[in-house]
């Protein structure tokens, strides 16, 4: 961005030296060679000075975007298959994608998104969560059956998303749910960000 300023600051001072030289040598002398391809290099100075202002509004135009969601203490009861996890502490949510009551991401603008997500089933049980972008299962975080013991599972996503689209997690949708399914605790965790907007 500095360096886009200053090519921009230069653009300027040499275009009011180059138009004020040109000014004056048309006074002085209209027949000198130098003067239409002055004029020439002045007017491409002027549409480079168009091209790094629309860039630099296009900077200002990105937006940032990103969320991390957890569970507290109290957390989720799973249920049934496809169930939608619904995250209670939204720890931060820049851009305001992530929508608590339905569980959903919803996308703002069109982009390629980065998305994490980190699975704590109750000990001794095991279980199988998805991201999944528009009913469609992306990615598949699986915890086995350890007694006594917490057994963690992640996984991450980079998907092409249109603005409007949705992505979440949800228990998988074959899978028999364990009655003790009980996703509490920061260690299950869905996350997401903007890696560059189209």
């Not at 040598?25 to 391809?37: A, G, H, I, V």
């Not at 703002?108 to 980065?114: A, D, S």
């Not at 028999?176 to 189209?198: A, E, I, M, T």
């Amino acid at each position: 961005m500095t360096k886009t300023i200053g090519i921009f600051t230069f653009f300027c001072f040499l275009l009011v030296v180059s138009s004020n030289l040109g000014k004056q040598m048309k006074s002085e002398d209209k027949s000198l060679d130098f003067t239409l391809p002055l004029l020439k290099m002045i007017s491409n100075l002027q549409k480079e000075m168009k091209d790094v202002r629309r860039e630099m509004k296009d900077v200002q135009l990105k937006k940032h975007i990103a969320f991390t969601v957890t569970h507290d203490g109290t957390g989720q009861r799973i249920t049934h298959k496809s169930q939608v996890v619904k995250y209670n502490q939204v720890q931060f949510n820049i851009g305001g994608g992530y929508r608590k009551y339905s569980g959903h991401f919803v996308s703002p603008v069109n982009g390629t998104f980065v998305f994490f997500l980190s699975l704590q089933p109750f000990p001794g049980s095991k279980a199988s969560f998805l991201i999944t972008v528009n009913n469609r299962g992306m990615v598949e975080a699986v915890s086995g059956k350890i007694p006594h013991e917490y057994n963690m599972s992640s996984n991450m996503v980079i998907v092409s998303l249109r603005q409007g689209d949705h992505v979440w997690v949800m228990s998988h949708p074959t899978w028999s749910v364990d009655p003790r399914h009980h996703l509490k605790n920061r260690g299950n965790s869905f996350s997401g960000f903007l890696l560059y907007q189209r």
